[in-house]
């Protein structure tokens, strides 16, 4: 029998630090089935699916725990642990919103999505200079999950309601 885990890790970034940590899920006997890994101030943060058989997941965390004496914080979740996923219903969408950076953005731009009854899928967000002003923007790119009631239309003019300096874009 096959456990699906999701495994996070956090800490310093240096480089090889992906190399160790498929290097332990590999010997460990698992398949690197999907990740998501950043550098954020520094910090390498990541999560990873990973799916083995049950009788390898001792050897797992023993492995686990030598990036653990490396400095890097570590979570296993095990399959247990995870819900069922839920079926997505409606339309599948890519979604980016550039704006000027505020505090409190992503909790207004999330709260807009969720009063739709839209579902996000996965986030990803940044500040930076923007190119014609210098001035901090806010990007994001985003994927959610529509409820075959909602348009794209909707979406857009329930986040653009936040600010009149939010612009929506549908990339796809």
């Given at each position: 029998m096959n456990l699906s885990l999701i495994v996070s890790v956090v800490g310093s970034d240096r480089p090889g630090l992906v190399r160790e940590l498929s290097s332990v899920v590999t010997d460990a006997g698992g398949n690197w089935e999907g990740s998501r890994l950043v550098k954020l101030s520094g910090q390498f943060a990541g999560m990873v699916q990973v799916v083995l058989p049950k009788a390898n997941l001792?050897?797992?965390?023993?492995?686990?725990?030598?990036?653990?004496?490396?400095?890097?914080?570590?979570?296993?979740?095990?399959?247990?642990?995870?819900?069922?996923?839920?079926?997505?219903?409606?339309?599948?969408?890519?979604?980016?919103?550039?704006?000027?950076?505020?505090?409190?953005?992503?909790?207004?731009?999330?709260?807009?999505?969720?009063?739709?009854?839209?579902?996000?899928?996965?986030?990803?967000?940044?500040?930076?200079?923007?190119?014609?002003?210098?001035?901090t923007h806010f990007f994001t790119h985003a994927t959610v999950s529509l409820p075959t009631s909602l348009s794209e239309e909707d979406l857009r003019q329930q986040i653009e309601s936040i600010a009149d300096d939010l612009m929506v874009e549908f990339p796809d």
């Open positions: 001792p050897d797992l965390e023993s492995k686990l725990s030598s990036l653990k004496e490396k400095g890097l914080q570590v979570t296993v979740l095990h399959s247990d642990d995870i819900p069922a996923p839920e079926s997505e219903t409606g339309k599948v969408i890519s979604l980016e919103v550039v704006g000027q950076d505020r505090s409190g953005i992503v909790a207004a731009i999330s709260e807009a999505i969720a009063k739709l009854g839209a579902n996000v899928l996965e986030l990803a967000t940044d500040c930076k200079a923007a190119a014609w002003s210098g001035e």
